[in-house]
């Protein structure tokens, strides 16, 4: 195969299908068939909103499993056949940010985001992963592949937010939107020992899965403030933790530090987007002297990231699948649920494809 098809932003606002040749295996890297892939809001932020500036023919897509098709000369641990999980990021892992522990930010602020952001995506018959024995993992058996997708982003950015924000044992947490991101926020907070926890969000299906996923409070933002709905139901406290899992630049950052209690924190996740500016109110945040702290970072990448993912699953802890609320099957189909994604019906959490290509 010399030249593969891809689906590729083309430019701000425009998308298609795209013909490039198969990328260069390098000694420490991979070439991947993907057999399982799944469209992001993010995909969303960078054509339809230009989050991360123009991209031209870009081959767009971060979540996917797939099939070693080919490895380099330094490669230990795959082979051609072995079906592996991509993680999203994929550091550098001989970089100095990734030696300070922050591999997501390897080369450059948010470096460790390759695909679809300076380099191909998933959303092809063919990708280049760097570094492949260190960010591959195996799918292990007992692990679908459209749950080990969800694995690549979705839970370990929402599993991240609500490692970031520093939760108690048995202390209150709030997360704010219960799309896949807040969901998976409110799956690692249960795992972690979160006491009462309020998910923030209205879409039936989700409400559904974030109870599944260990949700005591539903918070409906349709019927006042969120904070104001914490503070009745927990007789003025707050919390101790909040995860930004969605909303909006207005007013959610707002109501997230009104919800914190003294010396809880503020953990985001949510990809911000569609303004210059996080308002943050002086007041409420003690003129910036509350103690309430303000975390946030990237989805953590790298194999040992998706082994430890896929073992929470395979030893019941969560299911990942239980994000997964429309299949696709073909190629062709990436387009539609990239627009899938992009309309957000109600009834949606997460799309997946499934691929057969040889």
């Not at 950015?157 to 799309?179: F, K, Q, Y």
């Not at 403030?225 to 909006?248: F, H, K």
């Not at 190629?331 to 290509?357: F, H, Q, S």
Request: contains cysteine.
């Amino acid at each position: 195969m010399a030249t593969f098809k891809g689906f590729a932003m083309k430019r701000l606002n425009e998308i298609g299908w795209v013909e490039k040749e198969v990328p260069e295996c390098g000694p420490m890297d991979a070439i991947i068939k993907p057999t399982c892939v799944s469209p992001c809001t993010s995909d969303i932020h960078t054509v339809w909103e230009g989050a991360i500036g123009d991209r031209r023919d870009m081959i767009l897509g971060h979540e996917a499993v797939g099939e070693v098709v080919e490895v380099g000369s330094m490669v230990k641990k795959f082979k051609p056949g072995d079906r592996v999980i991509v993680p999203a990021i994929t550091p550098d892992w001989d970089d100095e940010a990734a030696q300070r522990g922050f591999p997501s930010q390897t080369t450059e602020p948010l470096g460790g985001w390759k695909f679809s952001n300076f380099k191909d995506g998933v959303f092809g018959e063919r990708f280049h992963v760097n570094m492949a024995d260190a960010n591959l993992t195996f799918i292990p058996d007992g692990l679908s592949d459209e749950g080990a997708c969800m694995l690549t982003d979705m839970w370990s950015t929402g599993m991240m937010g609500s490692e970031n924000a520093n939760i108690p044992l048995g202390g209150t947490v709030l997360v704010i939107g219960i799309g896949a991101v807040g969901l998976s926020a409110i799956a690692g907070a249960k795992c972690l020992g979160a006491g009462r926890l309020f998910a923030a969000g209205t879409r039936p299906i989700s409400v559904e899965v974030a109870k599944k996923y260990g949700a005591t409070d539903i918070i409906n933002y349709k019927n006042g403030p969120i904070d104001e709905q914490v503070r009745e139901l927990t007789d003025g406290a707050g919390v101790d933790s909040v995860v930004i899992a969605g909303g909006n630049l207005e007013n959610t950052w707002a109501e997230a530090i009104k919800s914190a209690k003294a010396g809880g924190t503020v953990s985001n996740v949510n990809y911000l987007s569609g303004a210059d500016n996080v308002l943050i109110p002086r007041v409420e945040w003690g003129c910036g002297m509350s103690n309430i702290n303000i975390t946030n970072g990237l989805c953590p990448g790298g194999a040992v990231r998706m082994e430890r993912l896929a073992d929470l699953a395979l030893c019941g802890r969560q299911d990942p699948e239980l994000l997964v609320t429309h299949k696709f099957k073909g190629l062709e189909k990436i387009e539609d649920a990239l627009l899938l994604m992009k309309d957000k019906p109600k009834d949606l959490i997460k799309p997946v494809v499934m691929l057969d290509i040889d």
